[in-house]
């Protein structure tokens, strides 16, 4: 996948909007996981250093196009000042007076950040007016929001029609890492897809049975499979109306050649709390009062296998309800063998999307994955195939 980067842009003395994406955790109006700050200094410095004229745009909450106080970005900009050790100035709208003021007095190496996009409705309804007037504003785009690729804003692609465009570097890493695991991966590719159900990931199961070769299937939709292929589920989460669907993916994946993997052995309990009394038994062993919390040993011990022949690993959702202790077995053991192949160079791992990224740093296996992604909606979206349309636009 080629997408310009900032390579190939020249960004100096330029006024350069980048996007990215502030919505951060606050609690009491303060800041309080500046992850996704972090994650933004190196297109900010690349450009500062480069003599560039930095200005800002992010959404935070979902204000619904009104101006809401509680989600102005005014308390990031300080914020943002200690950590590159230099001033952040602040404008109280994204466009109009406030925003072309506050540009117009820029110098080269200046860090402006302009308030919550979303306190505009064209935001969200990627309208052409708002698009405009933001890319008036400066000469050069650059995205480096990942996370708020798959939703075609002004923000996003608005801006994007009326400059050129750039991935910033958190973006363009995150596009390295996808393409190393999915676009142009090494073979054998095992997926493991957990989660808790179906439903919510009916189209990524159809696009991993033609993409991989192998598809570990775990969690609470795992149970949808194995009901779907006649075998008892008790009390167990399970969208027994989605068998059919469960077995289209199944008869894709032989016509694929993907192999499916799913659990053969499992951990039940009849309370879904922590530390419930529990027990492993086979499949054939899941009595009717029983809830499917995890997947049991043997499972693991398959999993691992297919992790040894694989080249590449790519993960989304938990194997089991890995808030609850013991439930986490699972997770916590195959995450841990990914990680220590990873770290011996046996394989490329990318982990990502919603509860991954937790499950993964509650097994302390986080730092031994090649790439986590912590974008939620985009890597799924990315994992169904979809094009996304920040990142369409970024093509070269
Ligand atoms: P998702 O957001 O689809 O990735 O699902 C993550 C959630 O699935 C977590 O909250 C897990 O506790 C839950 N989960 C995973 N396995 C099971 C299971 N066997 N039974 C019930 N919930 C599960």
Redesign the pocket.
């Not at 957990?194 to 159900?197: F, L, V």
């Not at 089991?320 to 808030?323: D, L, R, V, Y």
């Given at each position: 996948m080629a997408f310009r980067t900032l390579d190939d842009a020249d960004v100096k003395g330029q006024r350069v909007l980048v996007r990215v994406d502030f919505n951060v955790p606050m609690q009491g109006g303060a800041v309080s996981d500046d992850t996704r700050l972090r994650a933004a200094l190196p297109t900010i410095n690349d450009l500062r250093s480069r003599g560039a004229k930095v200005i800002l745009l992010s959404h935070f909450g979902r204000p619904k196009g009104a101006r809401v106080a509680a989600m102005s970005l005014a308390p990031v900009a300080p914020v943002l000042a200690k950590l590159l050790d230099a001033p952040v100035g602040f404008a109280s709208d994204c466009v109009g007076t406030a925003a072309q003021q506050s540009v117009a007095a820029m110098v080269p190496g200046d860090v402006l950040l302009l308030e919550n996009t979303r306190f505009h409705k064209g935001e969200q309804e990627n309208d052409p007016a708002l698009g405009r007037a933001m890319a008036d504003q400066g000469d050069l785009f650059v995205l480096d929001a990942f996370s708020s690729a798959h939703r075609a804003h002004a923000s996003t692609v608005g801006i994007a029609q009326f400059l050129p465009a750039f991935a910033g570097r958190a973006m363009q890493r995150e596009l390295d890492h996808l393409e190393k695991a999915l676009g142009k991966p090494e073979h054998p590719v095992l997926a493991v897809v957990?989660?808790?159900?179906v439903s919510?990931k009916i189209d990524l199961l159809q696009n991993l049975v033609l993409q991989v070769d192998i598809l570990c299937i775990g969690?609470?939709m795992a149970?949808t499979f194995l009901h779907a292929l006649g075998k008892p589920v008790g009390a167990?989460?399970c969208e027994k109306d989605l068998a059919d669907t469960a077995r289209a993916i199944m008869t894709s994946a032989v016509r694929n050649n993907c192999e499916i993997l799913l659990p053969i052995d499992v951990v039940v309990a009849t309370k879904f709390a922590a530390n419930a009394p529990h027990q492993t038994v086979s499949l054939d062993g899941v009595g009717e009062k029983d809830?499917?919390?995890?997947a049991g040993p043997q499972s693991v011990a398959v999993l691992n296998a297919a992790m040894d022949r694989a080249k590449t690993v790519i993960w989304n959702?938990?194997l089991?309800?890995?808030?609850l202790t013991p439930f986490d077995a699972a997770t916590k053991a195959a995450a841990r063998h990914c990680a220590a192949l990873t770290r011996a160079g046996k394989l490329v791992s990318v982990a990502g999307g919603?509860?991954?990224v937790s499950a993964l740093n509650q097994a302390g296996a986080a730092k031994g994955f090649t790439f986590i992604s912590t974008a939620g909606g985009a890597f799924l979206e990315w994992m169904e195939g979809k094009a996304l349309p920040g990142v369409e636009a970024l093509k070269a």
């Open positions: 957990g989660g808790a159900k919510s969690g609470g149970n167990s989460l809830m499917i919390l995890d959702g938990p089991g309800a890995f808030e919603g509860d991954t």
